[in-house]
């Protein structure tokens, strides 16, 4: 187990570096860093100090040894715009777009799974039909789309939802948090379902796989010969084996989602990281853009990390296949 | 069911019945489904739509001598205050036709999703038949590269390669191909992995051929059938992902409006109520995406050989 860890660790070490490497040579060949990282607008003497302070007189060995350092400082560069350094920015944004992200997961769970396994349970009926042919749907609407038609409908039409910001939020352990107060709720639940939906598909797709394989097997004939009333043999025994894929899938989607949020964050305005994004790259904030593509190529491994242990510790074939090989 | 008992028929007198080639045993077993000959009229009629949009649409909406402000957004049904055109789908802000609109923005998201799924199934299948046909370290190396980049979500390469390379068609196509060539290349050598072991390799081997025409010549034609599906299925893919970044303002210029920034630009009049302005280039783009789907799931089912029919 513990060789399986250090293993994975040393592997996603590489990955950093390697990510690190081709970021640097992105802003470096693909384009000029001193037009990167300064702003247009500042004078001679301000380019001068900001070269030196990021190192940008020295050759490229050395150049690379000083963003790593500043990496690791934090010291990413200001943003044009905001003239705040531009890791902060996105710090701050991050709890909001996780809260999304988040919100959407559970929403995909709490109503993926029930679908499915009904889906799995009575292939054939017409409801089981009509679920299936919505997820196939939910594969292929676009994200963007989907999120407009809800704000048309809920917000335009109904008016029963608000459609864009995030409403009255409260702190929770020092972080600003929607989901606690009712006007926090009603302005999530557009964004976090319109995130949801591909999702959705995604589990309704495994828990009906899972179910109807696991259906099939002897211990769920056993466990009705036995005389179990169905809904103790759906709810226990098949619900507990389909678990396993259909975690392990939501894990490694979480970086997905997150990553979706920038669609959804701009359709919604809700004020995420993912917004930011799309806003510094309109704007040409060029700092902003680095640091937030440095900071999620760590989460991602980070997420991708936990999930291969997770993982291991799950389903003990993985580990050993690993240390074997 | 003509299609089945035709099958039946023609393996039973086999002798009599006209030689049966794998092309039209394919093409019967693909229109056995109804749901899929069904996609497969409606994508012709997209195609079609998307060939011909300037003769077929009611109005030019691109050229300014055509477009009215007089006419700015009426609602579907609605007639121009010359009386000389009925906006079957409403008119824009600008006073286009939505209905000539969406069918030239067809055209360029089609072009744009096509296009850039054929540069990138040239550059995965190359690298893909490189890895298995050379096997060692150019294996390792280029499926750990894959492995690298399909670990991260398409969107986010895009929006980076974005943000890097900036706006235009030339970039859009870039970054499509980029987040789509690693799918190519898992795909080519996941079968060509399985071919290179087979005997007609082993033979043109030993007939001393070139590695080029090996790989070219006997192994690329075997490993085409899944490279089909992957290419229908990716190609609707890269259509919504360019919708995505033409929503997002980093997509294809507002002089190329395809579908994506069609339903952009009708995002403003959606709060007021006009709803048509977004909502019809959006079912187009739904259409067109579910349609893709259903006939790359059905090629999927039809060229699997695994799946004994």
């Not at chain 1, 990496?71 to 560069?77: I, T, W």
């Not at chain 1, 996105?90 to 799974?113: D, H, K, S, Y």
């Amino acid at each position: 187990m513990s060789v399986f860890i250090i293993r994975r660790l040393l592997q996603a070490l590489v990955v950093i570096f390697l990510m690190s490497l081709i970021v640097f040579a992105g802003i470096n060949i693909v384009g000029d860093p001193v037009d990167l990282l300064i702003s247009p607008e500042a004078d001679q003497a301000e380019i001068e100090a900001t070269i030196r302070r990021l190192g940008l007189d020295r050759p490229w060995h050395e150049q690379y040894g000083y963003f790593l350092l500043n990496a690791f400082k934090g010291d990413l560069g200001n943003s044009f715009i905001f003239a705040e350094p531009a890791l902060k920015l996105i710090l701050q944004r991050m709890p909001a777009t996780l809260e999304l992200a988040f919100a959407a997961m559970l929403i995909a769970v709490v109503f993926g799974i029930p679908l499915g396994m009904y889906a799995g349970l009575k292939p054939d009926s017409t409801t089981s039909k009509t679920i299936m042919a919505g997820s196939i749907l939910g594969f292929s609407l676009p994200t963007f789309w989907v999120g407009l038609m809800l704000i048309m409908v809920f917000a335009v039409m109904l008016g029963w939802l608000p459609s864009t910001g995030r409403g009255d939020t409260t702190e929770l352990l020092g972080i600003q948090v929607s989901f606690l107060t009712w006007d926090g709720i009603q302005h999530l639940i557009l964004p976090a379902f319109n995130l949801a939906l591909f999702k959705m598909s995604l589990v309704i797709r495994l828990a009906r796989a899972g179910t109807k394989e696991v259906a099939l097997q002897d211990y769920i004939k056993f466990a009705r010969a036995k005389g179990l009333s169905s809904r103790r043999v759906v709810l226990v025994h098949v619900a507990k084996n389909i678990m396993i894929p259909v975690v392990t899938v939501l894990g490694l989607e979480l970086g997905g989602v997150i990553a979706f949020a920038v669609v959804t964050e701009t359709v919604f305005a809700w004020p995420g990281m993912g917004k930011l994004l799309i806003d510094s790259i309109q704007l040409l904030d060029r700092p902003v853009v680095v640091a937030y593509l440095l900071i999620t190529v760590f989460m991602f491994i980070l997420i991708n990390l936990v999930v291969d242990i997770l993982y291991s510790i799950l389903d003990p074939r993985v580990r050993l296949k690993d240390v074997k090989a | 069911m003509s299609a089945t008992t035709d099958h039946l028929a023609a393996s039973a007198l086999s002798s009599q019945a006209r030689v049966e080639t794998p092309f039209r045993r394919f093409v019967s077993d693909f229109f056995e489904s109804k749901v899929a000959t069904g996609a497969c009229v409606m994508l012709s009629v997209i195609i079609f739509i998307a060939l011909f949009a300037p003769l077929i649409s009611p109005q030019n909406p691109y050229d300014l001598a055509v477009v009215d402000v007089m006419n700015a957004r009426l609602e579907p049904g609605e007639q121009s205050w010359s009386g000389d055109l009925t906006f079957v789908l409403g008119s824009d802000g600008a006073g286009r036709d939505m209905l000539s609109a969406i069918f030239y923005g067809l055209r360029i998201s089609l072009s744009v999703g096509v296009m850039s799924g054929i540069i990138a199934m040239i550059i995965g299948m190359v690298v893909g038949l490189m890895a298995a046909y050379f096997g060692g370290r150019t294996d390792t190396v280029i499926m750990r590269i894959v492995d690298l980049q399909l670990s991260f979500p398409a969107i986010l390469i895009a929006l980076v390669l974005i943000a890097i390379l900036g706006k235009g068609v030339d970039k859009v196509i870039i970054a499509l191909v980029t987040v789509q060539w690693a799918y190519y290349a898992r795909t080519v050598r996941g079968s060509a992995l399985v071919e290179r072991r087979k005997e007609y390799i082993e033979a043109a081997t030993c007939l001393a051929l070139s590695h080029r025409r090996i790989v070219f010549r006997h192994l690329l034609p075997n490993c085409l059938p899944p490279m089909i599906v992957v290419g229908t299925l990716q190609t609707a893919h890269a259509i919504s992902l360019e919708a995505t970044l033409s929503f997002l303002g980093l997509g294809l210029p507002q002089t190329e409006p395809s579908l994506g920034l069609l339903i952009a630009n009708g995002f403003e009049y959606m709060l007021s109520g006009k709803y048509w302005i977004s909502f019809f280039p959006g079912i187009a783009l739904l259409v067109t995406i579910v349609t893709i789907n259903l006939v790359g799931d059905q090629l999927r089912d039809v060229l699997n050989p695994r799946l004994e029919r």
